[in-house]
Structures are given as structure tokens and as C-alpha cells.
T-cell receptor
Framework: GAGVSQSPSNKVTEKGKDVELRCDPISGHTALYWYRQSLGQGLEFLIYFQGNSAPDKSGLPSDRFSAERTGGSVSTLTIQRTQQEDSAVYLC???????????????FGPGTRLTVL | TQLLEQSPQFLSIQEGENLTVYCNSSSVFSSLQWYRQEPGEGPVLLVTVVTGGEVKKLKRLTFQFGDARKDSSLHITAAQPGDTGLYLCAGAANSGYALNFGKGTSLLVTP
């Protein structure tokens, strides 16, 4: 398929454990975004990668959250010492980049549903 | 963070009825997008509006961007069960990339 893929689709973990969530963007898309969608809430921006530029981490809720993008393609979102409030659907999106650093249409993956017990 | 308020939060109607969903903000956006999300899937872009006062039609869906680029509406004519889903509006600030999303309107259309 040519869309954004995410794995795993579901993750159940115990409080205090670390988790890694993976995103494979659409080939050729230089911009990659992570969002979090909690029950009853809208999508919350977490982090943005654009080419080789330093990522915009301004949306990360705490220092337990980090993300990498290797080789300008696959990205991994890591949550350390998970808490129950981290339970949410984590969505990844990718896009082409427009002039001036602005992003084009964002294509979303199906998300990873994280449940912290 | 530029907040987007959507209303109503929930909407349950019968097939054939018309409906309007609203997206309001006190902030100005360079563009505004509407997405539809089904359970277990990511949001899918329906439309992007850029110009104040712009109206776009997508079959039975009509999207309008307010003159001041602070609000938008989505009108569905003769709703069908296939329209059921979560409708999200998202605004892009002038700085570009990150989208600010509303909490969504959950629409249920029953036969």
C-alpha cells in the first residue's frame, strides 16, 4: 500500500514500562507529524520533522516523550515510564513540504491505540 | 495554541435530513481543513479552504470559510448512513505546518 502505516495497531502496557511506536510515512514525503488523540479530545500536535532540519518538539507533553526519524523516513515515538494518562491513540501523518517550510496536505496513518494499565 | 470550537459535539439524525456543523475560533487562520474520521482509522482530508468567504462543494457537502478566516461551517444535504463519522476541523496558522484541531462532531445517520 502507498499510505502511511503504523505499528503496532494496539499496544497494552503496564504503568512504568517504556513503549515504542513506529510510523512509516508515504515514500517521498519530507514532512512527518505525530499527534495524540485522547477520548473526547481533538488531535493534539506532538512533534514535527521536516527533512534534515531540527524537529519541532514544542508539542511533547513531557520529557518522557521523544521521537526520532532515521534516514528521513521511518519515525519512532518513544514514551518512557508510561503513565495511565498516556493512554490515547497516537497518529502519524506525512506530507510534502511547500515553499517557506509550510506543509502540504497531511495524510494520516490508522494510529496506534495505547492502553496503559 | 489557537483554539477551535466545534458544535454540536454530537448529532444523531435520520437519513435524508440536512445538518450543519460549525467550527469557530477567535484566531485567524491562513487555511482551514475539514477531515472525516471513521473508527480505527486516521482522519481523511475532505477539503481545504483558504480565502475568506470561500465556498466549496463536494457532492452533498458544502464548506464555507468565514470572511474573517476565523470560522467555518460544513453543511450536509440529505444525509446518508455512509456520512456517519467524526468530523474534525483543523486550522493552520500563518507559520505553516502544525494543525490545530477542534474536538470534532460525532455524526450518526440512521436509516
Amino acid at each position: 500500500g502507498a499510505g502511511v502505516s503504523q505499528s503496532p495497531s494496539n499496544k497494552v502496557t503496564e504503568k512504568g514500562k517504556d513503549v515504542e511506536l513506529r510510523c512509516d510515512p508515504i515514500s517521498g514525503h519530507t514532512a512527518l507529524y505525530w499527534y495524540r488523540q485522547s477520548l473526547g479530545q481533538g488531535l493534539e500536535f506532538l512533534i514535527y520533522f521536516q527533512g534534515n532540519s531540527a524537529p519541532d518538539k514544542s508539542g511533547l507533553p513531557s520529557d518522557r516523550f521523544s521521537a526520532e526519524r532515521t534516514g528521513g523516513s521511518v519515525s519512532t515515538l518513544t514514551i518512557q515510564r508510561t503513565q495511565q494518562e498516556d493512554s490515547a491513540v497516537y497518529l502519524c501523518a506525512s506530507s510534502f513540504s511547500l515553499a517557506g517550510g509550510r506543509g502540504g496536505e497531511q495524510f494520516f496513518g490508522p494510529g496506534t491505540r495505547l492502553t496503559v494499565l | 495554541t489557537q483554539l477551535l470550537e466545534q458544535s454540536p459535539q454530537f448529532l444523531s439524525i435520520q437519513e435524508g435530513e440536512n445538518l450543519t456543523v460549525y467550527c469557530n475560533s477567535s484566531s485567524v487562520f491562513s487555511s482551514l481543513q475539514w477531515y472525516r474520521q471513521e473508527p480505527g482509522e486516521g482522519p481523511v482530508l475532505l477539503v481545504t479552504v483558504v480565502t475568506g468567504g470561500e465556498v466549496k462543494k463536494l457532492k452533498r457537502l458544502t464548506f464555507q470559510f468565514g470572511d474573517a478566516r476565523k470560522d467555518s461551517s460544513l453543511h450536509i444535504t440529505a444525509a446518508q448512513p455512509g456520512d456517519t463519522g467524526l468530523y474534525l476541523c483543523a486550522g493552520a496558522a500563518n507559520s505553516g505546518y502544525a494543525l490545530n484541531f477542534g474536538k470534532g462532531t460525532s455524526l450518526l445517520v440512521t436509516p
